[in-house]
């Protein structure tokens, strides 16, 4: 499958899930510090975070095969600062659920509510690192035009016009 049709898909999980994670393991600490649910209920945020892990690796991984066919229209450097974000949120991410994890082999001691409280706390640096990366992602597209690399006769479909085709067309309908 080609990176065009996977990278922009798959990098909106964990952008997703870094929005999410904070209010998911919040309510999930408060539950497990006020009892109202079992500290292994905590196991939810955990898990969550791995996927977020995963999506994030994935994301990695698709956006470095599309690289050298965006450096074409982009400049590197642009590149390599979202690439750079990626990697520090990915780190970050992988970092919290570690965290998450050992709150949950310390949940029948005091340390365990304590990590776990920390590891919520961590879920809002993730969430910053996810809206840096996704907005240099998003300039990438948006304000540098990335998306340029796959416009062309091997990307269109069929009777489609290129992009510069169509702005000219409309630009002559404005006359």
Do not use: C, N
């Not at 999980?13 to 649910?37: C, K, N, Q, Y």
């Not at 961590?122 to 907005?135: D, F, H, K, N």
């Amino acid at each position: 499958m080609e990176s065009l049709l996977f990278h922009p898909k798959v990098v909106h999980v964990p952008i997703a899930l870094a929005v999410l994670m904070p209010l998911i393991a919040g309510g999930l600490w408060v539950a497990w510090w006020r009892e109202w649910l079992p500290a292994r209920a905590f196991a939810v945020a955990a898990a969550l975070q791995a996927v977020m892990v995963g999506a994030a690796a994935l994301s990695l991984s698709t956006g470095e095969a599309d690289e050298d066919r965006v450096e074409r229209v982009v400049a590197e450097s642009l590149i390599k600062a979202h690439e750079s974000a990626a990697q520090v949120f990915t780190a970050a991410a992988l970092l919290v659920l570690i965290v998450m994890i050992v709150a949950l082999a310390l949940s029948s001691r005091p340390a365990g509510l304590f990590v776990g409280l920390l590891a919520t706390l961590a879920t809002l640096i993730v969430l910053g690192l996810g809206y840096r990366t996704g907005q240099a992602g998003g300039d990438l597209v948006y304000r540098h035009g990335a998306a340029q690399a796959y416009v062309g006769a091997a990307t269109a479909a069929p009777g489609a016009q290129p992009a510069g085709a169509a702005r000219e067309q409309r630009r002559h309908d404005d006359d």
